[in-house]
């Protein structure tokens, strides 16, 4: 797979400068998520906002969940994203995307509350979706306590936090919340069968099959049964039904093992009569989304989440 000259050159670099460490699946979940909060560091910060960030919590269902609050301007209420950061439900955390989260709260105008979802493998499948849950069903009762627009919220994230986003905005339904929008970057949708772009895809760039099955290891445990694979917790494609979810702004990547299946989400959507707006950025590679300062393909994902999310709050 050919990609972009821009993403390319950051790849050779993070590749040169990583040479020496393990295989991922040698790896500690504490190694890579030391790994993946430096990367972030690598990558850059993002804006300053007008109306701050603060640290704080929300109850949830084993203990209170981190969350953090990204606000455009002072004063308020504002339309709000609640955002589920990526990372394979193992790593990833409030600091690895605090800068998507300013540029988003930034370009959107919107209020932007960031969820620090339990982990695996200390808290495995579905620990992450009763936490996700838990966060949309707050904003959805509490959410005015601090300046959200409870009549206008939508879900995002990318990669894991896609398939959060994916999850809830069909709990959602189902509780007759209603949200604007289902913000999905790369989302994981389908894990009960094959995709070509697995194979295509399989060594990556910045995601890998070894990867995808170290996180999968970690989240189901090992050898996960076709039952839970097929769990439309996890698998938010194998839900019976998806008429009346929110309308989707869904991006997916040419060089990236889980392009097949969001494509497919994206034409699932449709077919239940939701709204998609979907992108495939060609020539790009998992992570772009994190990669605003450094590849043009980034600049442009994130000016059209920003843009989705403006559109879908006015």
Same mark, same amino acid.
């Given at each position: 797979?050919?990609?972009n000259p821009d993403t390319q050159a950051f790849i050779d670099m993070l590749e040169s400068a990583n040479a020496d460490a393990?295989?991922? @699946?040698?790896? @500690?979940?504490?190694? *890579? #998520?030391?790994?993946?909060?430096?990367?972030?560091?690598?990558?850059?910060?993002?804006?300053?906002?007008?109306?701050?960030?603060? +640290?704080? $919590?929300? !109850?949830?269902?084993?203990? +209170?969940?981190?969350?953090?609050?990204?606000?455009?301007?002072?004063?308020?209420?504002? !339309?709000?994203?609640?955002?589920?950061?990526?990372?394979?439900?193992?790593?990833?955390?409030?600091?690895?995307? &605090?800068?998507?989260?300013?540029l988003l709260c930034e370009k959107a105008g919107c209020l932007v509350l960031a969820v620090d979802y339990r982990l695996a493998?200390?808290?495995?499948?579905?620990?992450?979706?009763?936490?996700? /849950? *838990?966060?949309?069903?707050?904003?959805?009762?509490?959410?005015?306590?601090?300046?959200?627009?409870?009549?206008?919220?939508?879900?995002?994230? +990318?990669? *894991?936090?896609?398939?959060?986003?994916?999850?809830?905005?069909?709990?959602?339904? &189902?509780?007759?919340?209603?949200?604007?929008?289902?913000?999905?970057?790369?989302? *994981?949708?389908?894990? %009960?069968?094959?995709? +070509?772009?697995? &194979?295509?895809?399989?060594?990556?760039?910045?995601?890998?099959?070894?990867?995808?099955?170290?996180?999968?290891? $970690?989240?189901?445990?090992?050898?996960?049964?076709? =039952?839970?694979? %097929?769990? /439309?917790?996890?698998?938010?494609?194998?839900?019976?039904?998806?008429?009346?979810?929110?309308?989707?702004?869904?991006?997916?990547?040419?060089?990236?093992?889980? #392009?097949?299946?969001?494509?497919?989400?994206?034409?699932?959507?449709?077919?239940?009569?939701?709204?998609?707006? $979907?992108?495939?950025? =060609?020539?790009?590679?998992?992570?772009?989304?994190?990669?605003?300062?450094?590849? =043009?393909?980034?600049?442009?994902?994130? =000016?059209?989440?920003?843009?989705?999310?403006?559109?879908?709050?006015?």
């Amino acid at each position: 797979m050919t990609l972009n000259p821009d993403t390319q050159a950051f790849i050779d670099m993070l590749e040169s400068a990583n040479a020496d460490a393990p295989p991922t @699946s040698e790896q @500690s979940p504490e190694y *890579a #998520r030391d790994g993946y909060q430096a990367l972030a560091h690598v990558l850059g910060p993002g804006p300053e906002l007008g109306g701050g960030v603060e +640290d704080s $919590h929300i !109850p949830g269902p084993a203990g +209170d969940i981190p969350i953090r609050v990204y606000r455009p301007t002072t004063g308020g209420p504002h !339309p709000a994203l609640v955002f589920f950061h990526g990372g394979g439900f193992v790593i990833g955390d409030l600091e690895t995307h &605090d800068k998507e989260c300013r540029l988003l709260c930034e370009k959107a105008g919107c209020l932007v509350l960031a969820v620090d979802y339990r982990l695996a493998p200390e808290d495995r499948f579905p620990a992450a979706v009763e936490d996700a /849950w *838990a966060a949309v069903q707050w904003v959805n009762q509490h959410g005015a306590q601090i300046g959200i627009d409870t009549k206008r919220v939508a879900v995002g994230g +990318d990669s *894991a936090g896609g398939n959060l986003a994916a999850v809830t905005a069909l709990m959602a339904r &189902d509780a007759d919340i209603d949200l604007k929008l289902q913000m999905l970057v790369y989302p *994981a949708t389908d894990a %009960s069968r094959h995709h +070509d772009s697995f &194979d295509e895809n399989r060594d990556g760039p910045l995601l890998t099959i070894e990867i995808i099955d170290w996180f999968w290891s $970690h989240y189901l445990g090992p050898e996960p049964s076709e =039952e839970i694979l %097929s769990d /439309w917790r996890f698998s938010p494609a194998q839900a019976f039904n998806h008429t009346g979810v929110a309308p989707a702004y869904l991006a997916t990547c040419s060089a990236d093992p889980l #392009r097949d299946e969001g494509n497919e989400y994206a034409q699932l959507l449709r077919s239940a009569k939701v709204p998609v707006t $979907h992108s495939m950025f =060609e020539g790009e590679p998992h992570v772009l989304f994190q990669l605003f300062n450094v590849c =043009e393909g980034a600049k442009t994902l994130i =000016e059209e989440c920003a843009a989705a999310l403006a559109t879908a709050f006015e």
